[in-house]
């Protein structure tokens, strides 16, 4: 087992109880099994998260559905738990969502992790949306600093020069001076 799924094993045993159905979606081969709890009515939400974390890394892409769904939930935990999924399931959908979960101002409170999947997916989506999401953060007053930070390391990090323009104006905010010049200095150096 390794640690984002014990991690995952940990936390869910906690949710469910400790249950035999827990302890039968934890080890089960079975991907008609696991697809089915996915579909079924009144599965509780522990056991469609086991189920589609588990089918996601093992390339199943029955899970995707659920996984976006997870990927956008108020718990990080289950954020960052779908993203793993998400990122090993390679589903060539997986950016284009990161991409609409990222830039939904109604749900910028969560977008912390589909922001990082866009980094790690290194997909033609991550950039544009990148950039969207900073500019945002932008504005005087906005409470999402952490999340424009993100924005600012990721598009250090992607090397994309269509980041120069949003990254010189984040040099203004006390916040994210440091880390955008780290970005523009890598951007130059590309």
Same mark, same amino acid.
Request: one cysteine or more; aromatic letters at 4%; charged letters at 25%.
């Given at each position: ?30 991907? /008609? ?6 579909? /079924? ?125 949003v990254l010189t104006v984040a040099r203004a905010h006390p916040r994210l001076v440091a ?12």
């Amino acid at each position: 087992m390794d640690d984002e799924l014990r991690s995952l094993a940990q936390r869910l045993r906690g949710e469910s109880g400790g249950s035999a159905a827990y302890e039968r979606l934890l080890v089960t081969g079975d991907h /008609e099994e696991l697809a089915s709890v996915l579909t /079924e009515r009144e599965r509780p939400l522990w056991a469609r998260e086991m189920a589609a974390f588990r089918l996601g890394r093992a390339g199943d892409r029955r899970a995707f559905e659920s996984l976006v769904l997870l990927l956008n939930h108020r718990d990080p935990e289950r954020c960052v738990s779908a993203a793993h999924a998400l990122f090993e399931l390679a589903d060539p959908r997986t950016a284009r969502a990161a991409a609409a979960l990222a830039t939904n101002e109604l749900r910028v409170a969560y977008a912390l992790v589909p922001v990082r999947l866009l980094i790690r997916l290194r997909a033609p989506e991550s950039v544009p949306a990148l950039i969207t999401v900073l500019h945002r953060r932008l504005t005087p007053g906005d409470p999402y600093w952490r999340l424009a930070l993100a924005c600012v390391e990721g598009l250090g990090a992607l090397g994309d020069g269509r980041a120069d323009g949003v990254l010189t104006v984040a040099r203004a905010h006390p916040r994210l001076v440091a880390a955008a010049e780290a970005a523009l200095a890598r951007l130059g150096a590309a």
